[in-house]
């Protein structure tokens, strides 16, 4: 142990063999080299084509380039009443733009913009939102845009960029305030470019036309090379049967109604009868197609139209289908004579019907009833339709039927309602259900629904579907008809009858009153049921009602139907039975019939004339086709080959 050195203790020999690493690091190389040649064979083998596609993509795009949408112009194809044009988005990034500079940028901007009053609220809300970027103005036109740019060019504002973009205009005004003119008939086109409502959804596809679709592609020698994929097609451009005119005028004075009368909505359509024109159809209150995202959040629920959305109880406008029933039936005729009681019982004297001035007027004719609105006579007309009150109410839910009650007319225009019918055959109708029904209580119609079936009434039997649009890229929409609702003998019939009703009663006859002109209608009054009237009971409301008039007038014959409603108005009580509005349906009825004169130019026939003799209106079509239970018609031939010339 001596002799061993001291070096040795103190500095012992360190192995210096590295096998065990190496071996590590050949096994962690090996494993490196697996994993490389793996990913080199999935990208080889199994991935080869997604990733030849993926550099393919690189070095190649799709050009879609979509054609402008189609335009819409009114009956005359010269009053544009839709079309496309360039805009300018503007945007701001309220990031870029100082707290306490905001409101000052606000104003400044409703300046150039020239908007309307309020802007600058608007705007400043936009910039104080919180958002990274907001948009100021959909689309502003040329002159604003050159503004804008002129002063952030001087720096006068930052924060701001205009993108141009492709914007639907509706640069008619509306005949209310606020308007466009047909907003509600025309619907309007959102910003992804979708048709909404009206003409604009129920044509969009057309209107919007195909994107031609190309593919440019650059190959590895840097050669450029386009296939097209799709070549597209520009969207048709419509002519509508509206004229712009009358429907203006139409706007106008239902405007005025609806404020007078107090009233929560007015319509109107205005209808040639035997081809199924619609010529005006409006509402009140309505909204600016160009600014619907403004009706978008303070209340959405103008987009719809109610002449084909709402549904409700039109009252006694209904008589004329319980009158029609019973002459196809050979149980009554214009003449004959019911007792018109104070009361009727009905289902062994559990229920009873009245009056609406709770009167009786004795013996009665079928007519005098119908002017006087007699709901007591109706109630026995149609109960005698049948041996049975099963067999009448049959009867009477047949007539309906093929006048399209309960059905849609097939209008073309998005978002139309069928309105609401119970089958007698499926829920059991009894006498109460049975009478109510005869005069427009218990079944729910739409305005364009009544219009249809009174043009049915007038124009000798035939059920045409209504359409407002006349043609498409100049090409005429046929004529279609859905079949026949009665025969040519009822329907002179009823418009004799429906002419009496304004002759007979004076209330008619002094406010309704078109002179040296023939003309006809029917009024309807009703009521308006709430469910909850009273701590969750039901009731019916008795301030406010539905007025409805359905009218027709012509030189010598019906050559256009106007039907209108006042929703939810709010009458003066004169008597029992009896409520009095500023503006009677009647009486708007009498304004546009007038307006209709004077923008046309009709002048009265010649009192030695007994024909028809209006240009417009050479007969009427009487196909033998039963009405067909679903939607849809079948196409007229020309006017000359129908009518000989």
Same mark, same amino acid.
């Given at each position: 142990?001596?002799?061993?050195?001291?070096?040795?203790?103190?500095?012992?020999?360190?192995?210096?063999?590295?096998?065990?690493?190496?071996? !590590?690091?050949?096994?962690?190389?090996?494993?490196?080299?697996?994993?490389?040649?793996?990913?080199?064979?999935?990208?080889?083998?199994?991935?080869?084509?997604?990733?030849?596609?993926?550099?393919?993509?690189?070095?190649?795009?799709?050009?879609?380039?979509?054609?402008?949408?189609?335009?819409?112009?009114?009956?005359?194809?010269?009053?544009?009443?839709?079309?496309?044009?360039?805009?300018?988005?503007?945007?701001?990034?309220?990031?870029?733009?100082?707290?306490?500079?905001?409101?000052?940028?606000?104003?400044?901007?409703?300046?150039?913009?020239?908007?309307?009053?309020?802007?600058?609220?608007?705007?400043?809300?936009?910039?104080?939102?919180?958002?990274?970027? !907001?948009?100021?103005? *959909? =689309?502003?036109? /040329?002159?604003?845009?050159?503004?804008?740019?002129?002063?952030?060019?001087?720096?006068? $504002?930052?924060?701001?960029?205009?993108?141009?973009?492709?914007?639907?205009?509706?640069?008619?005004? %509306?005949?209310?305030?606020?308007?466009?003119?047909?907003?509600?008939?025309?619907?309007?086109?959102?910003?992804?470019?979708?048709?909404?409502?009206?003409?604009?959804?129920?044509?969009?596809?057309?209107?919007? =036309?195909?994107?031609?679709?190309?593919?440019?592609?650059?190959?590895?020698?840097?050669?450029?090379?386009?296939?097209?994929?799709?070549?597209?097609?520009?969207?048709?451009?419509?002519? $509508?049967?509206?004229?712009?005119?009358?429907?203006?005028?139409?706007?106008?004075?239902?405007?005025?109604?609806?404020?007078?009368?107090?009233?929560?909505?007015?319509?109107?359509?205005?209808? /040639?009868?035997?081809?199924?024109?619609?010529?005006?159809?409006?509402?009140?209150?309505?909204?600016?197609?160009?600014?619907?995202?403004?009706?978008?959040?303070? /209340?959405?629920?103008?987009?719809?139209?109610?002449?084909?959305?709402?549904?409700?109880? #039109?009252?006694?406008?209904?008589?004329?289908?319980?009158?029609?029933?019973?002459?196809?039936?050979?149980?009554?005729?214009?003449?004959?004579?019911?007792?018109?009681?104070?009361?009727?019982?009905?289902?062994?004297?559990?229920?009873?019907?009245?009056?609406?001035?709770?009167?009786?007027? @004795? *013996?009665?004719?079928?007519?005098?009833?119908?002017?006087?609105?007699?709901?007591?006579?109706?109630?026995?007309?149609?109960?005698?339709?049948?041996?049975?009150?099963?067999?009448?109410?049959?009867?009477?839910?047949?007539?309906?039927?093929?006048?399209?009650?309960?059905?849609?007319?097939?209008?073309?225009?998005? =978002?139309?309602?069928?309105?609401?019918?119970?089958?007698?055959?499926?829920?059991?109708?009894?006498?109460?259900?049975?009478?109510?029904?005869?005069? %427009?209580?218990?079944?729910?119609?739409?305005?364009?629904?009544?219009?249809?079936?009174?043009?049915?009434?007038?124009?000798?039997?035939?059920?045409?579907?209504?359409?407002?649009?006349?043609?498409?890229?100049? !090409? #005429?929409?046929?004529?279609?008809?859905? @079949?026949?609702?009665?025969?040519?003998?009822?329907?002179?019939?009823?418009?004799?009858?429906?002419?009496?009703?304004?002759?007979?009663?004076?209330?008619?006859?002094?406010?309704?009153?078109? #002179?040296?002109?023939?003309?006809?209608?029917?009024?309807?009054?009703?009521?308006?049921?709430?469910?909850?009237?009273?701590?969750?009971?039901?009731?019916?409301?008795?301030?406010?009602?539905?007025?409805?008039?359905? %009218?027709?007038?012509?030189?010598?014959? #019906?050559?256009?139907?106007?039907?209108?409603?006042?929703?939810?108005?709010?009458?003066?009580?004169?008597?029992? =039975?009896?409520?009095?509005?500023?503006?009677?349906?009647?009486?708007?009825?009498?304004?546009?019939?007038?307006?209709?004169?004077?923008?046309?130019?009709?002048? *009265?026939?010649?009192?030695?004339?007994?024909?028809?003799?209006?240009?417009?209106?050479?007969?009427?079509?009487?196909?033998?086709?039963?009405?067909?239970?679903?939607?849809?018609?079948?196409?007229?031939?020309?006017?000359?080959?129908?009518?000989?010339?």
């Amino acid at each position: 142990m001596n002799n061993v050195p001291q070096s040795r203790l103190t500095n012992p020999v360190v192995r210096t063999d590295s096998r065990p690493r190496t071996k !590590v690091t050949a096994a962690l190389i090996a494993l490196a080299a697996i994993v490389c040649l793996a990913r080199l064979l999935q990208w080889q083998v199994i991935e080869r084509d997604r990733l030849l596609a993926a550099a393919a993509s690189q070095s190649s795009a799709s050009i879609v380039q979509s054609p402008p949408r189609g335009t819409i112009t009114d009956s005359s194809g010269v009053v544009v009443l839709a079309t496309t044009v360039m805009r300018y988005r503007l945007t701001a990034l309220p990031g870029r733009i100082a707290a306490s500079e905001r409101p000052a940028v606000a104003a400044r901007l409703a300046e150039l913009i020239g908007g309307e009053a309020g802007d600058s609220e608007r705007i400043r809300a936009l910039l104080e939102s919180g958002r990274t970027r !907001v948009t100021i103005h *959909p =689309g502003v036109d /040329d002159a604003a845009a050159e503004r804008i740019q002129s002063a952030v060019s001087s720096g006068e $504002l930052t924060g701001l960029s205009l993108e141009q973009v492709r914007l639907r205009s509706y640069p008619q005004p %509306g005949g209310s305030p606020g308007t466009s003119l047909a907003s509600q008939v025309l619907g309007f086109v959102n910003s992804d470019g979708l048709g909404q409502y009206g003409v604009e959804g129920y044509y969009d596809e057309a209107l919007a =036309g195909s994107a031609r679709v190309t593919d440019v592609s650059r190959d590895t020698s840097g050669n450029l090379s386009t296939v097209e994929v799709a070549a597209g097609h520009p969207g048709v451009d419509l002519q $509508l049967c509206i004229d712009a005119r009358i429907q203006s005028m139409v706007e106008q004075e239902i405007a005025v109604a609806g404020v007078a009368d107090l009233a929560d909505s007015v319509s109107m359509v205005v209808m /040639d009868p035997y081809t199924g024109a619609v010529i005006a159809s409006a509402s009140w209150p309505s909204f600016d197609g160009n600014s619907y995202g403004v009706t978008a959040a303070r /209340d959405p629920s103008r987009f719809m139209d109610p002449a084909i959305s709402s549904v409700y109880e #039109p009252g006694s406008v209904m008589k004329a289908l319980t009158a029609t029933a019973a002459l196809e039936e050979g149980v009554a005729s214009p003449s004959t004579i019911y007792n018109d009681e104070r009361v009727l019982y009905l289902d062994d004297g559990v229920t009873r019907v009245r009056n609406s001035d709770l009167k009786s007027r @004795g *013996p009665i004719s079928m007519t005098e009833a119908l002017a006087y609105s007699r709901n007591i006579v109706f109630s026995k007309v149609a109960l005698s339709l049948g041996d049975t009150t099963t067999a009448a109410a049959n009867r009477l839910y047949a007539t309906w039927l093929r006048f399209g009650v309960g059905g849609r007319t097939g209008v073309d225009l998005a =978002g139309e309602n069928q309105g609401i019918v119970r089958d007698p055959s499926e829920t059991r109708w009894r006498q109460i259900d049975l009478a109510n029904a005869s005069f %427009g209580q218990g079944v729910g119609v739409t305005l364009m629904q009544l219009a249809t079936f009174y043009s049915s009434l007038v124009n000798g039997g035939v059920l045409v579907r209504p359409r407002v649009v006349a043609a498409v890229n100049g !090409v #005429p929409t046929p004529i279609t008809v859905r @079949g026949t609702a009665t025969t040519p003998a009822v329907s002179r019939q009823m418009i004799q009858m429906t002419s009496s009703v304004l002759q007979i009663a004076p209330f008619y006859r002094q406010a309704a009153a078109i #002179p040296s002109f023939v003309y006809g209608g029917k009024t309807g009054t009703a009521q308006i049921w709430m469910p909850d009237a009273k701590n969750g009971v039901g009731a019916y409301d008795q301030e406010h009602f539905n007025f409805t008039f359905i %009218g027709w007038f012509g030189r010598t014959a #019906p050559e256009y139907v106007i039907a209108t409603t006042i929703h939810h108005a709010t009458p003066k009580h004169m008597a029992v =039975g009896w409520w009095q509005n500023k503006i009677e349906s009647w009486e708007l009825f009498r304004r546009v019939a007038q307006d209709i004169i004077s923008v046309y130019g009709i002048t *009265p026939a010649a009192v030695s004339d007994s024909r028809s003799t209006s240009p417009a209106h050479p007969g009427s079509p009487g196909p033998s086709a039963p009405v067909a239970p679903a939607v849809g018609g079948v196409s007229l031939p020309t006017r000359r080959e129908a009518w000989g010339g």
